[in-house]
């Protein structure tokens, strides 16, 4: 029966999910659980002259006529039948706000699942349980089943990170998230095909040329005014969208060339030994890009770089080999070398770190890395447990990401092969080297990857804002995963016998051609024994999807969109000697306008985050 007269003793608010097919004409039912297993009547959820429970809609529901002691409202039952042409339904979460005490409680049911028709659901306030717990051991099995069959681990190209073998249909984009996307890539195509009918040629004469093109939504890289300077070129490797590198600097390797001579104008009165002995001397080498596939008539280099930190607190580059060997065709450039050799030196160091940014940084150790997770949960976890519930939202869209990006970004001749010089193959064999080194108890866990490189101690590299604010955010993470880990597993026991804790353990670890995720380093080795071995791995996940991914990805417009400053692509190849170059070589090696532009719409893309997307700590109104 439907209810809609007399008084409201409480209001039944439902919000339908925002995906393909989320939304049902179907004849649904709920009915009211309290306590003491009491039951209302039949509520069916409908309203007059309204197309109700729709894809991404919020409805609500007046309830009158609960008999006098119902209880505490504790529980619901929901069930739907197959009318009408689209009866299938996601439910995001249901809310029962009851005011019969004359106050307001709200009693959360999170769902975020399909309600299949002519079955029983019966869901506990919160619907958060381990197995263990749950009553509803066949229905949870089956949901798991399903999604086994949905939720397939592969390798897609070679030895490449583990991911979904066909998207489901549930990890589509939103409506609202796939406007917000295609109204800015539409708006931003057509910006850059005007600018491009307004500059003539396709090559650049100057710098000022490059400056002419930020126009509309296109705004002016704050680069243009720093990218020349040495500080700047050091502060990139503390704040930039690559802060993950800059290793303390404990000898020097027998490849690098350098000595005290070439360094001694720069250390301020130190030597080579002195400037490691007070931990002011540091070095990115990038030997993991040796011998690396490029595109055609296109090169990246392996360079080694060494920082010093000078009396102003400021990380300055003192010395540069663009390649991994000393030898006389590979020099070490220095800041005293001329103007424009020196720069050139820095910029084709730019591009090699760019290379690694995009490649390993950005789409290998966060978006790819994550996807063969984010799969393992849903093949392991049902929805109900609470660590699903921790984690699955750090994972929105992750997948249907990966797939466009893939699809259209990191394809032949897609947007990696038009502008960067180590194209998709360079790209996927640079991923494959780098998922080989990388391990969550170090790489993934920030303090301790902090102290792997030797700059985790207070007072070393003052200027490592990156440092600075992500290592708090990192903690509060954990303190709020330890939270969340010891209410449900009161003891070290509990965890062993959650058998769908202990199957995601052991997928994260197992060898991607077994069907696994092949994830090394996890805590435990996959086997979660300890409560401390799960908080340390969930906050490792939450971490990367977040603090890490933000500062590899929202930052890109503002890195590449000047070319000089960070070049995802030069022409030529580099030097091999220190030969006086001029202003002329510098705008040689630059990309064309063409390939520019195609750089700029994708990073102004990736580096703009959608409304439809949370922050991290976002708290939701009162209506979610």
């Known amino acids: ?16 999910g925002d995906r393909k097919g989320a939304g049902t004409n179907a004849n649904v039912t709920l009915i009211l659980h309290d306590e003491s297993g009491n039951k209302s009547q039949h509520i069916q959820l409908d309203k007059w002259f309204r197309d109700d429970l729709e894809r991404g809609a919020e409805d609500e529901y007046q309830v009158t006529g609960l008999p006098e002691g119902f209880g505490e409202i504790k529980k619901i039952e929901l069930c739907r039948d197959n009318y009408g042409l689209a009866s299938n339904w996601h439910v995001d979460l249901i809310r029962i706000d009851d005011h019969r005490s004359g106050e307001k409680k709200a009693i959360s049911f999170p769902l975020q699942r399909w309600i299949k028709a002519d079955k029983k659901y019966i869901f506990e306030e919160f619907d958060s349980k381990l197995p263990q717990h749950d009553q509803y051991t066949s229905e949870r099995k089956a949901v798991l089943d399903e999604a086994k069959r949905l939720y397939e681990l592969v390798q897609k190209v070679g030895d490449s990170p583990a991911q979904v073998k066909n998207m489901p249909d549930d990890e589509s984009f939103s409506e609202d998230y796939k406007f917000d996307l295609a109204a800015m890539k539409i708006a931003l195509i057509a910006e850059t095909k005007l600018i491009s009918l307004t500059t003539i040629f396709d090559g650049w004469d100057s710098l000022e040329d490059i400056e002419a093109i930020y126009q509309f939504d296109l705004e002016k890289p704050s680069t243009i005014g720093k990218w020349k300077d040495d500080v700047w070129f050091g502060s990139q490797r503390l704040n ?20 005290d001579e070439h360094v001694r104008p720069f ?31 296109f090169q990246v280099c392996a360079p080694i770089a060494l920082f010093f930190v ?9 010395a540069i080999q663009l390649q991994q060997h000393k030898g006389p065709k590979n020099p070490i450039f220095l800041p005293s070398d001329p103007e424009y050799t020196w720069l050139i030196a820095k910029m084709w160091y730019n591009n090699a770190d760019a290379s690694f940014h995009q490649s390993c940084t950005h789409l290998g150790f966060t978006h790819l890395m994550m996807e063969g997770i984010a799969v393992a949960m849903h093949r392991n976890l049902a929805p109900s447990h609470p660590m699903f519930r921790l984690l699955s939202s750090h994972f929105l869209y992750l997948i249907a990401i990966n797939t466009r990006g893939l699809g259209v970004l990191v394809s032949e001749g897609g947007w990696v092969d038009k502008t960067m010089a180590i194209g998709k193959d360079g790209m996927f064999e640079l991923i494959r080297r780098g998922l080989n080194e990388w391990r969550l108890d170090v790489d993934g866990t920030l303090p301790n990857q902090l102290k792997a490189r030797g700059v985790d101690s207070d007072g070393i590299l003052p200027t490592y804002y990156y440092k600075e604010d992500s290592l708090p955010i990192y903690y509060a993470i954990k303190k709020y995963v330890t939270a969340i880990v010891n209410i449900y597993y009161d003891s070290d026991e509990v965890l062993k016998n959650d058998h769908e804790m202990q199957n995601f353990g052991q997928e994260l670890v197992k060898s991607k051609k077994d069907g696994g995720v092949g994830l090394l380093g996890v805590y435990g080795n996959g086997s979660f024994t300890k409560r401390s071995d799960l908080i340390m791995t969930l906050t490792a996940f ?57 750089i700029i719409v994708v990073t102004k893309l990736l580096s703009t985050r959608p409304r439809t997307t949370n922050a991290l700590a976002f708290r939701q109104n009162s209506n979610s």
């Open 1 to 16: 029966m439907s209810w809609f007269s007399g008084q409201s003793q409480a209001v039944i608010f439902i919000r339908t």
């Open 542 to 598: 939450i971490f990367t999807c977040s603090v890490s991914h933000a500062a590899a990805n929202f930052s890109q417009y503002e890195e590449y969109a000047f070319p000089p400053n960070y070049p995802a692509k030069l022409k030529g190849v580099p030097p091999k000697d220190k030969s006086p170059l001029e202003y002329k070589d510098v705008m040689d090696i630059l990309a064309d306008k063409s390939t520019t532009l195609d």
């Open 240 to 259: 930039g969208c690559n802060p993950g590198l800059l290793t303390l600097c404990t000898e020097i390797p027998s490849k690098f060339g350098v000595t």
């Open 267 to 297: 250390l301020e009165g130190l030597t080579i030994n002195g400037a490691i002995a007070a931990k002011r001397l540091f070095m990115v080498d990038l030997k993991i890009l040796e011998n690396l596939p490029c595109v055609e008539n």
């Open 310 to 318: 000078n009396n102003n607190d400021n990380l300055v580059p003192v």
